[in-house]
């Protein structure tokens, strides 16, 4: 189905608020609960203290901010992986398995080497430790099992479809040429780069996280770039929005996920965060708009689900 620009960018925009706005709602109706737990003198207790019951509400929760609304709009429109930028056959299982080997490095030498979560914990036990990443927590009873298979299968899914259509609704929304796919992705994503190490060196002063955490999450992202550098095809174009508006939004959406909005104790780790996350998703929206490489992106996300590195989406939800 062919889109007018003022679609995508609606379709932009509606994407981009259900991640902003689901999690005050949902915030909202929790307390609902709890209020009506207190007038109603404490029946909902044993509800709300279940932990399937706060299992299912952060399943909702992030299915609800990040694939619902791309998926539905998506079938809206009649569109299938074109929606998000997948419509195009390639081999791209080498590059794509390249591009995802920095994030599974990024996560396992920042937890070995950081602060030992257990006392007396031996290098090479925290190594291994932290090369399971989130199937570590599949080794529970069966409900758990399910309630953490379900919610790693989500936090690969629901930030693939989110950041992917953000991008394609970004490129179709604003088509004018004004930089090279080189340059867009050499000048923002190595900027999001500087910017992610100039605030973890804030957070290090402000004992938020380890030094050496700093560094190999920014040497990560950073590693990202660079090989996604080597599968941008030269001479191609794109808008400076199709780049960086996805990013922006992912930004934005950490910062209200994880702390709460601009008022928060914890600002200066979410824009940590929101700027390792937003060059991710820059990255994932120059890969995608090379088109022969587009399905690269897919193992990037499917890493990022069972090792959140701090440079990736899934650690919004995870970390």
Do not use: C, K
């Amino acid at each position: 189905m062919w889109m007018t620009t003022e679609d995508a960018r609606s379709d932009f925009i509606l994407a981009a608020v259900m991640a902003f706005f689901v999690p005050q709602l949902l915030q909202f109706l929790i307390l609902l609960l709890s209020f009506v737990n207190q007038i109603a003198f404490g029946l909902l207790n044993s509800l709300l203290a279940a932990s399937w019951f706060q299992a299912l509400i952060l399943i909702v929760s992030v299915w609800a901010i990040t694939g619902l609304m791309p998926l539905y709009l998506a079938r809206y429109r009649e569109q299938g992986a074109s929606a998000f930028g997948l419509d195009h056959e390639g081999a791209a299982i080498g590059p794509g398995i390249l591009l995802a080997l920095p994030i599974p490095a990024t996560f396992i030498t920042s937890r070995a080497l950081g602060p030992s979560p257990t006392v007396g914990g031996s290098l090479v036990d925290r190594t291994i430790d932290a090369s399971l990443g989130t199937i570590a927590l599949l080794s529970l009873d069966l409900i758990a099992l399910i309630q953490n298979l379900v919610l790693i299968v989500l936090i690969f899914v629901g930030p693939l479809l989110l950041v992917s259509f953000l991008h394609v609704r970004a490129r179709d929304g604003f088509r004018e040429v004004t930089i090279s796919l080189t340059e867009a992705l050499r000048t923002f994503g190595m900027g999001a780069v500087a910017a992610g190490f100039v605030l973890g060196l804030l957070n290090v002063v402000a004992a938020n996280i380890g030094f050496l955490q700093l560094v190999f999450n920014t040497l990560g992202l950073a590693a990202l770039v660079l090989i996604a550098d080597r599968l941008v095809e030269p001479g191609v174009t794109t808008s400076r929005a199709a780049i960086v508006a996805p990013g922006v939004a992912i930004l934005i959406a950490t910062i209200v996920l994880r702390g709460g909005g601009l008022f928060s104790a914890n600002l200066l780790a979410d824009l940590f965060n929101g700027t390792m996350a937003a060059g991710f998703a820059i990255v994932v929206s120059v890969v995608l708009q090379t088109r022969r490489y587009a399905w690269s992106v897919v193992p990037m996300f499917a890493a990022a689900a069972i090792w959140p590195a701090r440079m990736t989406v899934a650690n919004v939800f995870w970390g």
